[in-house]
Nanobody
Framework: QAQLVESGGGLVQAGGSLRLSCASSGRTFSTYAMGWFRQAPGKEREFVSTVSWGGGFTSYADSVKGRFTISRDNAKNTVYLQMNSLNPEDTAVYYC????????????????????WGQGTQVTVSS
């Protein structure tokens, strides 16, 4: 059974950094676009970042552009989200997700396009 497992969340002070990891098992996601989404209390789940299955194309939400970096290592079946200059508005549960791609270079910012989801990891940024 395909599984995505996030790790790396925690409590950090404003201005700090965290690196989230998402390890996949049960199937290969090398031909899937991978995405990170987040959900803060009382808010809807929102797009954070996505990377194409070849790793050559990325997209970021405006709120994280320039601070977060997404990457993937298909040999390790892992996708990462490096988060720098964190602020309290980044506090949320962060979810990793996989979206099947029919062509090289595709990716999606639409959470409805994602087929597999992890259980989430909590990120809390204190002021």
């Amino acid at each position: 059974q395909a599984q995505l497992v996030e790790s790396g969340g925690g409590l950090v002070q404003a201005g700090g950094s965290l690196r989230l990891s998402c390890a996949s098992s049960g199937r290969t996601f090398s031909t899937y676009a991978m995405g990170w989404f987040r959900q803060a209390p009382g808010k809807e789940r929102e797009f954070v970042s996505t990377v194409s299955w070849g790793g050559g194309f990325t997209s970021y939400a405006d709120s994280v552009k320039g601070r977060f970096t997404i990457s993937r290592d298909n040999a390790k079946n892992t996708v990462y989200l490096q988060m720098n200059s964190l602020n309290p508005e980044d506090t949320a549960v962060y979810y990793c997700a996989a979206s099947y791609c029919a062509r090289y270079g595709c990716y999606s910012e639409d959470l409805n396009k994602y087929d597999y989801w992890g259980q989430g990891t909590q990120v809390t940024v204190s002021s």
